[in-house]
């Protein structure tokens, strides 16, 4: 079992990871899907975890057909989602708070490495009220190809000036599992919603249930 005194730095996905940001885009998107009269089943909404939704629009026209509109989607889901969270905002993760403190008292380098457009993630920090605890924030708009492609952790671990097979990665998606053993570097799934895929148990380095027992694991 790996321990913390063995990397260089930690890089942390944030959607389904530090924030709870996965629930709110299901509630949008089953919304959305609702008023455009069609419905999205918990399974297929998880099947979208992770990917960006240059990504997601081709999964979205496999699944409702040739009749769906991606631009009305994209709309109304966006309108849905802020209408949701700025109700009941975006909680963190458990865990998340002790990992940083160990983090910072470790004095181990950190950073965001997001699918998600800059606006939208920082706009998502502010509104779990950590917008001031990352201080390297890598999102979709730094780099070529998002995830599953590596480009966003192998910029991450350039900006923090480290290998990045010296870096852990933390990733709940398949997409961000297949992205850093793309990237090369160690990951740990931490999975957000319930249905599993067994090629991620695969590539990960390790599995835990949430940030408060990888803290305990790690930390030691």
């Not at 069609?38 to 909404?45: D, I, K, L, P, V």
């Not at 780099?143 to 870096?167: N, S, Y």
Request: glycine share 8%; hydrophobic share 45%; with cysteine.
């Amino acid at each position: 079992m790996f321990k913390l005194a063995d990397f260089a730095a930690v890089i942390f996905d944030m959607d389904g990871l530090v924030l709870d940001t996965e629930s709110t885009y299901i509630v949008a998107w089953q919304q959305a899907a609702g008023a455009m009269g069609y419905s999205f089943s918990e399974e297929f909404c998880g099947s979208l975890s992770g990917l960006h939704y240059q990504d997601i629009e081709p999964k979205l026209l496999a699944y409702c057909g040739a009749g769906f509109n991606p631009a009305t989607f994209k709309r109304l889901s966006g309108a849905y989602w802020r209408d949701h969270v700025n109700t009941h905002g975006i909680n963190i993760k458990h865990g998340f708070t002790t990992l940083l403190e160990l983090l910072i008292r470790r004095k181990v380098p950190y950073c965001l490495a997001t699918n998600s457009r800059t606006l939208n993630a920082l706009e998502c920090l502010e509104l779990a009220g950590i917008g001031e605890v990352f201080s390297v924030i890598v999102t979709r708009d730094h780099v070529p190809c998002g995830k599953p492609e590596p480009d966003i952790f192998l910029t991450a671990a350039a900006l923090l000036q480290v290998d990045i097979t010296r870096c852990l990665v933390l990733e709940d998606s398949h997409a961000g599992i297949v992205a850093a053993s793309r990237a090369g570097a160690v990951s740990v799934f931490i999975p957000s919603i319930a249905r599993i895929d067994p090629r991620t148990l695969e590539l990960c380095d390790l599995m835990v249930n949430d940030l408060a027992r990888l803290t305990d694991v790690i930390g030691a």
